[in-house]
């Protein structure tokens, strides 16, 4: 079957960097995508990978081991208002996106 | 309009009913999906259209119907709701970009009793 597996919890303090893994076993790869949602709002788009290596947008960084199935978002200078759940999902075979139950972010001053 | 908007944003619904959830976006995109979101799972397909006129079914279709009579409306019918489908309910949308992002409407949150 297909599978993302991220960590439902972590806690970091304002200022400091965080990293949130993903691991995944899907029936094809297409990309990976991470999307963050505030607590009652709709996930939106960070990151796209698609290719092996690290792309950078600002303060959020991701990146990508197709071989080991495995992805991190790195956010760094931790801000409260990244306080948030970060959701990993591949694209698979058929184009669909296969979702990780998503990682909640407790930041602390 | 800017975006996806769904309607109505929450409803409280007794079992049996029919329920019909309304999506509309005007990014004139041509993939229009419909997930549901609960507690400690991901979000979860029910089903998409990849264009206006055809539709296909997710990982949990049952129970739910769709019709995509044009590019930007894709509403999501319960024919009859049941305690199990209490649930968020999240339409998006991807269009032709670089990435092939999803665009996410507000969410509907669903309770039936």
């Known amino acids: 079957g297909q599978n993302i597996d991220q960590p439902t919890e972590m806690t970091a303090t304002e200022g400091a960097i965080v990293q949130i893994n993903c691991t995944y076993q899907?029936?094809?790869?297409?990309?990976l995508f991470w999307y963050q949602q505030h607590a009652g709002e709709a996930p939106t788009f960070l990151s796209y990978?698609?290719l092996d290596g690290l792309e950078e947008k600002g303060r959020f960084s991701s990146f990508l081991s197709r071989s080991k199935g495995y992805s991190y978002l790195l956010l760094k200078e931790l801000q409260m208002k990244d306080s948030a759940s970060y959701l990993c999902a591949v694209m698979d075979s058929n184009y669909q996106l296969i979702w990780g139950a998503g990682t909640k972010l407790i930041i602390k001053p | 309009i800017a975006g996806i908007t769904q309607a109505p944003t929450s409803q409280i619904l007794a079992a049996g009913r029919r329920m019909t959830l309304r999506c509309t976006q005007d990014m004139r995109h041509n993939a229009m999906y419909w997930y549901r979101q609960d507690l400690g799972l991901g979000l979860r397909l029910i089903h998409y259209s990849n264009t206006a006129g055809t539709t296909g079914k997710g990982e949990v279709p049952d129970g739910y119907s769709v019709s995509r009579a044009n590019t930007d409306d894709f509403p999501l019918t319960l024919a009859s709701a049941v305690p199990s489908q209490t649930s968020v309910y999240f339409c998006?949308?991807?269009?032709?970009?670089?990435?092939?992002?999803?665009?996410f409407g507000p969410g509907t949150r669903l309770t039936v009793l």
């Open positions: 998006a949308s991807s269009g032709d970009s670089s990435y092939n992002e999803q665009f």
């Open positions: 899907t029936s094809g790869f297409n990309g």
């Open positions: 990978n698609v």
